[in-house]
């Protein structure tokens, strides 16, 4: 796999990234890849906040694989700073290929050069092969997260 490429990514991979948001089965509903502006409001909000990584892989010039990175610095654990993963996705004809684990290795490696003392990712309960796929790359079930929407969509 050394044909992949990760990088922070710029407006023009937006319309790839939502691509990829639409085509899980979770976000086919909660997505709108037909309407673009709330996309790009976020990603220039992303890009103005330096505690912020939006980042692709890219193969062949083509995205891949997606993931959000935000450092968190804190007060708990002796003042250590946490990476929070988030809206980890892969291209559905490149699962079981190894990218995913390439992309979580590089959101490990580039929290360690931020100085993170723990990475932490949600996932949503009805993804037990992503639960599997986590505790592979040595991630433990420690807490129960919630959630409040507080937009009525």
């Known amino acids: 796999m050394s044909d992949v490429r990760f990088r922070r990514a710029g407006a023009e991979d937006l319309p790839a990234i939502v691509a990829l948001l639409a085509e899980d089965p979770l976000g086919a509903s909660r997505e709108t890849p037909g309407d673009p502006a709330p996309y790009l409001a ?3 909000r992303l890009a103005a906040d330096p505690n912020q990584r939006l980042v692709v892989a890219e ?7 997606t993931l959000q990175l935000t450092l968190i610095p804190g007060l708990s654990r002796r003042g ?3 990476t929070v993963i988030e809206a980890v996705r892969v291209r559905s004809t490149e699962r079981g290929s190894g990218l995913g684990t390439l992309l979580m290795e590089y959101a490990i490696e580039e929290s360690r050069r931020l100085g993170a003392d723990l990475v932490q990712l949600t996932s949503d309960a009805r993804r ?3 639960h599997r796929f986590y505790q592979r790359l040595g991630f433990t079930g420690s807490h129960v997260g919630f959630k409040l929407n507080l937009r009525q969509d």
Do not use: I, L, M
């Open 59 to 65: 193969r062949a010039g083509e995205v891949v694989g």
């Open 128 to 130: 037990p092969d992503a």
């Open 80 to 82: 250590a700073t946490r």
């Open 42 to 44: 976020a990603f220039e």
